[in-house]
């Protein structure tokens, strides 16, 4: 039962997050298509720049996150309850979802920013979103083999109150 609805609930987190990841960027396309009309640049030159460097430094952060995120859940993925792994596994594989969304709704933002200009940076912002979800969500095997595994401390975390000495 346990192995059926892990695997049950990955197929269905992963399959609704990979669809809102690659779904989002393509309704943001539909948009930056009906953007070009007539896309007027809100700002230009050096601060507009800057504005993209931030955007990627954001989507970076945003990577690596969600790395560190799922390394400190599979480390304490078995001390989990097992009825309540299924729904953790899901809960976290849509927020991964949504986290990867977040970097396509910086690609339109930096469209209407930049206007035309920065069509080019703005479709790369939503192409990174399906393949950040697709390269740093772990699979299902991962998920099996946290499930059996004694749990790992995290840095600075006890998983088990110190014993007294007798």
Same mark, same amino acid.
């Given at each position: 039962m346990g192995e059926a609805s892990l695997r049950r609930a990955f197929w269905q987190g992963y399959g609704t997050g990979l669809a809102v990841a690659v779904?989002?960027?393509l309704l943001l396309q539909v948009a930056l298509l009906a953007w070009l009309k007539a896309p007027l640049p809100m700002i230009q030159g050096e601060v507009l720049q800057q504005i993209g460097y931030a955007f990627t430094g954001l989507t970076l952060l945003g990577s690596v996150l969600l790395v =560190? &995120?799922?390394r400190a =859940? &599979?480390?304490t993925f078995s001390t989990t309850p097992e009825p309540l792994r299924p729904g953790r596994l899901r809960g976290e594989l849509l927020l991964a979802?949504?986290?990867c969304a977040g970097t396509a709704l910086l690609g339109l933002l930096y469209l209407v920013l930049g206007g035309s200009s920065t069509l080019r940076h703005a479709r790369g912002f939503l192409l990174i979103a399906p393949l950040q979800f697709l390269g740093l969500v772990p699979r299902l095997g991962t998920w099996r083999a946290a499930a059996r595994t004694s749990p790992r401390p995290l840095p600075g975390?006890?998983?088990e109150p110190p014993q007294?000495?007798?």
């Amino acid at each position: 039962m346990g192995e059926a609805s892990l695997r049950r609930a990955f197929w269905q987190g992963y399959g609704t997050g990979l669809a809102v990841a690659v779904a989002w960027p393509l309704l943001l396309q539909v948009a930056l298509l009906a953007w070009l009309k007539a896309p007027l640049p809100m700002i230009q030159g050096e601060v507009l720049q800057q504005i993209g460097y931030a955007f990627t430094g954001l989507t970076l952060l945003g990577s690596v996150l969600l790395v =560190l &995120r799922f390394r400190a =859940l &599979r480390g304490t993925f078995s001390t989990t309850p097992e009825p309540l792994r299924p729904g953790r596994l899901r809960g976290e594989l849509l927020l991964a979802a949504g986290l990867c969304a977040g970097t396509a709704l910086l690609g339109l933002l930096y469209l209407v920013l930049g206007g035309s200009s920065t069509l080019r940076h703005a479709r790369g912002f939503l192409l990174i979103a399906p393949l950040q979800f697709l390269g740093l969500v772990p699979r299902l095997g991962t998920w099996r083999a946290a499930a059996r595994t004694s749990p790992r401390p995290l840095p600075g975390t006890i998983l088990e109150p110190p014993q007294e000495a007798p």
